[in-house]
């Protein structure tokens, strides 16, 4: 008897696991399937930010800083600067060096900023384990994307702070079958050449180094892809005196 109520127990035990897994998987499901719609509706994301108020002609307005990229741009929040800045953030969750390119005009042309802050490329990268062979063809596309960014801004007369791509965090369980190294060396790829692109209107910001410089690295992000307030203001450390840098080089 005692062994028929342990049987039932592990039964109960596995019937209420399989429903709880499926509930996750349901939700996940259900929300892979709103986001894929939702782009679909809006894919390059022009509908995310209200439309800013422009200083009108002859106004003697503070610099303008534009961060542009995607949720790793969205979540980084400004520095302290001992000057006056007006910051906009035009960062969007899960977009792609493409749609960054792509919407350039809407969300940084009609804004005419003095200083672009770019983070992007991360989106791209990830799929790499989804479809290795396309890797070259992924990497050479977000290198294309950043080079007509930064001439898109170079045609504006605007300054570029061009940030490397953030290393990425612990992969978990769940995500470890759809990830590679690849992705590590990818990152790498990248970097080197955003870093090659330095020039006198094309300041690089080597995030990487700074936060793969940490002794407690995985303290400084929410999940594999995202940073914490820490890790920013790690960042801002690096690029507050830059910006400053940056600003005072404006005609």
């Not at 035990?13 to 939700?27: D, E, H, R, T």
């Not at 990268?125 to 396309?134: A, E, G, S, V, Y």
Request: a negative charge; one cysteine or more; aromatic letters at 8%.
């Amino acid at each position: 008897m005692r062994r028929y109520r342990v049987l039932v127990a592990i039964l109960l035990g596995l019937v209420c696991v399989s429903v709880l897994l499926n509930v996750f998987l349901f939700n996940q499901t259900k929300k892979y399937y709103l986001d894929l719609n939702r782009e679909r509706l809006d894919p390059l994301g022009l509908e995310s930010h209200p439309l800013v108020e422009l200083p009108g002609p002859g106004d003697s307005g503070e610099p303008t800083v534009v961060f542009l990229g995607d949720s790793r741009a969205a979540a980084w929040f400004p520095p302290s600067l001992p000057i006056g800045v007006r910051f906009i953030n035009r960062g969007i969750d899960g977009q792609t060096s493409a749609q960054v390119r792509y919407r350039f005009d809407h969300d940084v042309g009609l804004i005419q900023p003095d200083v672009i802050v770019l983070q992007v490329g991360i989106n791209d990268l990830k799929t790499i384990p989804l479809f290795p062979d396309q890797e070259d063809a992924i990497v050479e596309r977000v290198k294309s994307n950043i080079a007509e960014i930064v001439a898109q801004a170079r045609d504006m007369n605007a300054k570029v702070i061009l940030t490397t791509v953030f290393p990425v965090g612990e992969i978990p369980l769940a995500r470890r079958p759809f990830w590679s190294p690849k992705v590590n060396m990818a990152i790498d790829n990248v970097n080197a050449y955003i870093a090659s692109l330095e020039g006198h209107d094309i300041v690089i910001l080597d995030a990487y180094k700074v936060l793969s410089n940490e002794t407690t690295t995985q303290d400084l992000y929410v999940d594999e892809l995202h940073l914490n307030s820490a890790a920013y203001d790690l960042l801002n450390q690096e690029m507050g005196p830059l910006l400053v840098d940056v600003i005072e080089t404006l005609e």
